[in-house]
């Protein structure tokens, strides 16, 4: 992607997609205490906008 505009809608995108990734890892881990599902979540929104740079 070459253009800065849509490049960064996408790279905004996959920050906004941690949290309610996490919410779902965690229920479907049944995890009371989400901190490893949030990190996860976090890496998973650090690949996408590595791989979107």
């Given amino acids: 992607m ?16 941690e949290l309610p990734l996490a919410d779902a890892i965690a229920r479907s881990l049944g995890d009371d205490t989400p901190q490893g599902a949030r990190v996860f979540a976090a890496s998973v929104g650090a690949a996408v906008r590595i791989a979107l740079c």
Avoid at 2 to 17: Q, Y
């Fill in 2 to 17: 070459t253009r800065p505009a849509p490049r960064d809608a996408f790279i905004d995108t996959a920050g906004a997609i």
